[in-house]
Structures are given as structure tokens and as C-alpha cells.
């Protein structure tokens, strides 16, 4: 009984790895769905969600828009698009709100069907209705630097709770985060998740060494998805090469999947 406890543990904290067919809109869904699959694992992995091809095009669309990227934190990192968490801490949320469309126009002409396969790829995960959340921006793209503070220190440790209403929270509302990895860097540059949940600790310490963790490298083209509300890091990386990822965070408001960036 021990071995089959400690086994069905070693299980919860590895990722799930699924195929890119559980992407694609008409395929079947074999019992238990993406979403269930989610409250067994500490995350989801589906390799190959997008081809070599899409995730180069727009690896090379992000990089010729750099003039058009939003700058945060004193340059520490970079936007194609607005992202609410780095306006919320740098105290700029009514410049975020004031140019959401402006943002989503931006992404749109800067990386052309980027928005959309994000929207697309999270339909066929959460298996239901997806609208981008009114007033709000739309997915878009975080850019790490080389070399960077990030890139020598890794990224804050943190829950992804600041997009949520304190009634969503307080209901426990069904949250995850979606993270397409478009260009990895050099070496590292992986995601570090926790077996530990949101208790309204809004500025979370590193857990102690007992506390069960796993970690991901992602795969260029890779798309990961976790629970907004576990706790998680983006770890450290080497190398000449920027870190690139298109990401959302979706929500389930009435029967309706919301997402924004």
C-alpha cells in the first residue's frame, strides 16, 4: 500500500505529457480531459504544439518588432504587447487598460495569427467556449534578454493571481496559465513548479527544501499549462540567446473560458 501511495505521488509531480493531436479541434478526447488531467499533475506538457515552421515565423516577427516592444521593469525584460502583471507592479494599470486595442493591433500586425493560434490552441485544451476578457489585452509575448537579470537570477517566485477579481478568488474560479515556448535560450531557462497552492500570499518566499517540486525544460515549440494559483519560477539561463514565449491566462467565468495577457 506504501510503494502504490508513494508511486501515485512520484506521478502527481511529474508533468503529463500529451501529444499536439489533442490540440487539433476535432480529435477525440480520451477520458480524463486536459482539465482533469491538470488537477493529477503539476502541469501539462504538449511538445510539438506548434511546427518548426510557425514557431520560427514568428520567433522572426517578434524579433523585427523590437522596436515596437514595451519596456518593464528599467529594461530588465520586454513585451509585443501589454502584459497587466508588469503594469500592476510598476503602477501604470490605466495606461494598460487605456491601450488594450492599441496592444492587440500591434500583436496582430507585428506577428499575424499569433493572437489567434493562442486563442485556437486554448479551445481545444479547455474544451469549451474561449473569449478574450473584455477592456482587457490579448495574448502576447515576454521577452527575457540574454544576460539579463532574469537570465543570471531567474524571475521572482510567484503565483499568477494577479489578473484575478478578489470574488473570482475568493471562489476558487478555475484559472491556468498558458505558456507557448517560441524560442528557448542557450541553456536553461526552464519553468520550476511547487507543490504548493495560493493562500493569499501575494508576495510568496521560496518554499523550504521539503516542499515537492518539479522542473521543465521546455521544447522549442512547446506549449506548457499550469494552474494559475501553484506557485512557480522561471529558473535561471546561459547564453546569447533572448528568452521568447507567447502566453495567456484564462479563467472560467460562468461557462465561459476569459483570457488575456
Avoid at 156 to 182: C, K, N, W
Wanted: aromatic residues 10%.
Amino acid at each position: 500500500m506504501l510503494a502504490s501511495l508513494l508511486l501515485s505521488r512520484r506521478s502527481m509531480l511529474e508533468p503529463c505529457v500529451l501529444g499536439s493531436e489533442w490540440l487539433r479541434p476535432s480529435a477525440p478526447r480520451p477520458a480524463p480531459s486536459p482539465r482533469d488531467r491538470l488537477g493529477r499533475h503539476m502541469a501539462l506538457r504538449f511538445p510539438g504544439a506548434l511546427s518548426a515552421s510557425e514557431r520560427a515565423g514568428h520567433v522572426a516577427a517578434v524579433v523585427a518588432a523590437r522596436s515596437s516592444w514595451t519596456a518593464n521593469f528599467k529594461g530588465r525584460q520586454f513585451t509585443l504587447g501589454r502584459a497587466y502583471y508588469t503594469h500592476l507592479e510598476e503602477d501604470r494599470e490605466d495606461e494598460y487598460f487605456d491601450r488594450a486595442e492599441a496592444s492587440d493591433a500591434l500583436v496582430r500586425r507585428a506577428a499575424p495569427g499569433l493572437q489567434e493560434q493562442m486563442l485556437a490552441l486554448a479551445a481545444a485544451l479547455l474544451d469549451g467556449p474561449v473569449v478574450q476578457r473584455p477592456g482587457w489585452c490579448g495574448p502576447g509575448v515576454h521577452v527575457f534578454p540574454a544576460q539579463g537579470e532574469v537570465a543570471r537570477r531567474g524571475g521572482e517566485v510567484h503565483f499568477d493571481t494577479e489578473g484575478l477579481t478578489y470574488p473570482q478568488i475568493d471562489r476558487r474560479a478555475p484559472a491556468v496559465s498558458i505558456v507557448l515556448m517560441l524560442q528557448r535560450p542557450d541553456v536553461g531557462g526552464g519553468l520550476r513548479l511547487w507543490d504548493r497552492f495560493y493562500e493569499g500570499e501575494d508576495f510568496p518566499e521560496k518554499p523550504e527544501p521539503d516542499v515537492p517540486v518539479t522542473q521543465i525544460q521546455y521544447e522549442p515549440g512547446e506549449m506548457v499549462v499550469f494552474d494559475s494559483y501553484r506557485l512557480h519560477q522561471i529558473l535561471p539561463f546561459r547564453g546569447r540567446t533572448d528568452r521568447i514565449s507567447a502566453t495567456m491566462h484564462a479563467c472560467l467565468e460562468g461557462a465561459v473560458w476569459q483570457v488575456w495577457f
